[in-house]
């Protein structure tokens, strides 16, 4: 792609970023004098249908002009054109020279809530414009919002409309209206992570990068209270006015929260002067600021509670007279050192509870793609009517996850694969890649190399699950080692803290 020229105008330089759906470029317009910057969107719907690619490209020319109206304002790139070539959809941008507002969020350094208070205005103030329009951007987050050099103001890009048509991919394989999620986990509010954002979700979402901004702490690192709401007050020292606002910004029923921007930017105005001084840098090394590493710990916590289990002779299934399981010699705790040391040669066989005989029979025929939606079926009726009636995790039945069920499904997986598959495979990959959960997801095949999740799902309001979309399911014919299952499934899911906490009590 590098020097090519698209629209026999402009040519690509090199890349900048790439989704499963889109690649972006830096590009230069070559019929402009000086050949000045600009970006390049490449949109590739992956679907060779006339009818399909019609109606994408229907979609595309829609909101390509409402990018075009957006950008109008002076902290919105403009859309200089947008074009198909070769049944490929392709925007031109304004190039902003700047840097990412994410390059001024150190983790672990707490920003002053004066200057958390200005970036609150100046994205509002963009946000007024953009919802005048009925657009919600969808993706509000730090490496969203560039610092032009220039001026120093911050300019907002990146709208969803690669999403958009990549949700119209989504439904043309699926022969049904599936619900996709757009954004970013973590800054997404939990009615936009189930497909139904409004406008106050872009609230949330800028609430949660001020929170990022205040404590130092990535979105994914707080915990919730019996209500969802986050608990962010111990972590930052701001007024109480301000805190107000923050918290109504974050309110988990988005009925609670402000509905309109100008609500926000009216309390705005009322608050004391804040303080300039920076807080300490907080020590952060206990939990990293990566969204993905809550999934981890919890398999290397089911490995931990399956192993201490089966060495003290538990038997999970007890209740049956017909089921036994024999003790290890010695029913003494295990060291540190066994988790390290464990292997799949070492985890004995269990009698299989008859409510597990599904999954025993697509593993036992090596059939990957039911067993990973058997055991997302399994989980779900293990935590509850409500978790299993709605495909996505209630969080009041984590609790009822039990440790026996953890721990079957896990062997399951591990007996029927060699070792291959399964969550202890997922756990020994983390160790093995120095528990950089990064390159254990892209050593999986979960992640490409730019942090992205190459698998997503959808979900199907018809169905009540969540669905793989056809070009991004996982590998099922030879899937890597640990690819399977796949824990990321529920992308509604705010609750992995809580599913932590049920694992602790298992194993105490």
Known sequence: MIGRLLDRRYRIMKELAEGGFSQTYLAEDTRLPKNPKCVVKHLNPTIDDPIFTQKALELFKAEAETLQELGRHDRIPQLYAYFQENKEFYLVQEYIAGHPLSTEMVPGSQMAEARVAQIIKEVLEILQFVHHYNVIHRDIKPSNLIRRHSDGKLVLIDFGTVKQVQMEVANAHHKARVTLPIGTPGYMSYEQARGQSVSSSDIYSLGMVALQALTGKHPSQFSRDRDNEIIWHKYAKVTREFATILDRMLRCNPRDRYQTVDEVLKD???????????????????????????????????IATGSYLLATGWNPLRYDSSITIKPTASPTPLPSSYLEAISPQAVPTIPIDRNYAQLRSYLD????????????????????????????????????ISCADLVLIDQLWTQASNGKLGLSAQKKLYAANDKDIHKTYEVMGWMNSFGELVIETAYNRQTARWEYLESRQPNFKAPPTGHLPFLLRDSANKNLEKIIAVLYRCSS
């Open 268 to 302: 705005m105005a009322k608050l004391p002067k804040l303080s300039t001084a920076s807080p300490r840098i907080t020590d952060d090394r206990e939990v990293p600021p990566r969204p993905w590493l809550l999934p981890s710990a919890i398999a290397c916590l089911i």
């Open 365 to 400: 025929a090596k059939d990957w793609k039911e067993a990973d939606n058997e055991t997302y079926l399994s989980l779900l009726k293990a935590a509850g009517n409500q978790s299993y009636n709605d495909g996505s995790f209630h969080p009041d039945e984590f609790k009822q």
